[in-house]
T-cell receptor
Framework: DSGVTQTPKHLITATGQRVTLRCSPRSGDLSVYWYQQSLDQGLQFLIQYYNGEERAKGNILERFSAQQFPDLHSELNLSSLELGDSALYFC????????????FGEGSRLTVL | TQLLEQSPQFLSIQEGENLTVYCNSSSVFSSLQWYRQEPGEGPVLLVTVVTGGEVKKLKRLTFQFGDARKDSSLHITAAQPGDTGLYLCAGFQGGKLIFGQGTELSVKP
């Protein structure tokens, strides 16, 4: 158990819909990272938050947004969903340094039909 | 193009064989990490290599960081079925932890 909790574990929805994925980081970790994992693209960095502030951004689509709340949990919002958004979405937490270990949740599997 | 290129992408071997997985980049990294991911789970950190030329051992796994800090390798001695999984190298660039595309290892009994 990494200490990182992600909900929901599985989500099936239709194209055009909007979903919210939730992440609770490990106790004491200030940094939250979101990744998308698909078979053809591998594990792609989306965005990082540190203590409520956005710190780094990857190739995150404009249809996607995220935030980190004062209690340090984070949400990833995916809107106007397309078939290609079907993937595993991972949240990871860490202390926030440039060389530290990340602790990953078990992921949220999104299927867009 | 991937910032971190891993090879091979797939590897299927028999129990007891040795194998090496490579992680290469044209960029210099202050450190590289190796993670292992099993189906239905998130990646778990195996090791971080920091110094050019560094060699770290974790039981039957040996990790090496290239002298120029642009590449790393993972060598598994006498592989076992329990070693089956996705092996990922990763490095920080611009504050982002970037992953290679992974090596899918299958060890058959």
């Amino acid at each position: 158990d990494s200490g990182v909790t992600q909900t929901p574990k599985h989500l099936i929805t239709a194209t055009g819909q909007r979903v919210t994925l939730r992440c609770s980081p490990r106790s004491g970790d200030l940094s939250v990272y979101w990744y998308q994992q698909s078979l053809d693209q591998g594990l792609q960095f989306l965005i990082q938050y540190y203590n409520g502030e956005e710190r780094a951004k990857g190739n995150i689509l404009e249809r996607f947004s995220a935030q980190q709340f004062p209690d340090l949990h984070s949400e990833l919002n995916l809107s106007s969903l397309e078939l290609g958004d079907s993937a595993l979405y991972f949240c990871a937490s860490g202390l926030g340094g440039a060389s530290g270990e990340l602790f990953f949740g078990e992921g949220s599997r999104l299927t867009v039909l | 193009t991937q910032l971190l290129e891993q090879s091979p992408q797939f590897l299927s071997i028999q129990e007891g064989e040795n194998l090496t997985v490579y992680c290469n980049s044209s960029s210099v990294f202050s450190s590289l990490q190796w993670y292992r991911q099993e189906p239905g789970e998130g990646p778990v950190l195996l090791v971080t290599v920091v110094t050019g030329g560094e060699v770290k051992k974790l039981k039957r796994l040996t990790f090496q960081f290239g002298d120029a800090r642009k590449d790393s390798s993972l060598h598994i001695t006498a592989a076992q079925p329990g070693d089956t999984g996705l092996y990922l190298c990763a490095g920080f660039q611009g504050g982002k932890l970037i992953f290679g595309q992974g090596t899918e290892l299958s060890v058959k009994p």
